[in-house]
């Protein structure tokens, strides 16, 4: 069992910058798959970042060249950098896990996840 837990939302105007972060319960998250998804109101969960345990990265077309997903030094902790916000990146932003083959932007893998974290932007 893994325990997901997010922090680091918030408000931010048009063009500002938000560092998501997602706790870990396990220390073997590291042979996981890590992603972020999204889901805006009245909209269905989306893909945005996944990293798999050999490193290797997926992006959302949406976010590509803006946000980095990444495992920092800090134990067990997982991060979305997220720059040049826009209003359309306004979601309640979820870190999921699997270890299952595979590592991509489908929710349908991933059977560990956090409980959410909200980022509002605003124009």
């Known amino acids: 069992q893994v325990q997901l837990v997010e922090s680091g939302g918030g408000s931010v105007q048009a063009g500002g910058s938000l560092n998501l972060s997602c706790a870990a319960s396990?220390?073997?998250?590291?042979?996981?798959?890590m992603g972020w998804f999204r889901q805006a109101p009245g909209k269905g969960r989306e893909g945005v970042a996944a990293?798999?345990?050999?490193?290797?990265?997926k992006y959302a077309g949406s976010v590509k060249g803006r946000f980095t997903i990444s495992k920092g030094n800090a134990k067990n902790t997982l991060y979305l950098q997220m720059n040049s916000l826009k209003p359309e990146d306004t979601a309640m932003y979820y870190c999921?896990?699997?270890?299952?083959?595979?590592?991509?932007?489908?929710?349908?893998?991933?059977?560990?996840w956090g409980q959410g974290t909200q980022v509002t932007v605003s124009s």
């Open positions: 396990t220390s073997t998250y590291s042979n996981y798959c």
């Open positions: 990293l798999d345990f050999d490193g290797a990265t």
């Open positions: 999921a896990a699997h270890s299952h083959w595979g590592c991509d932007l489908g929710d349908a893998e991933y059977n560990y």
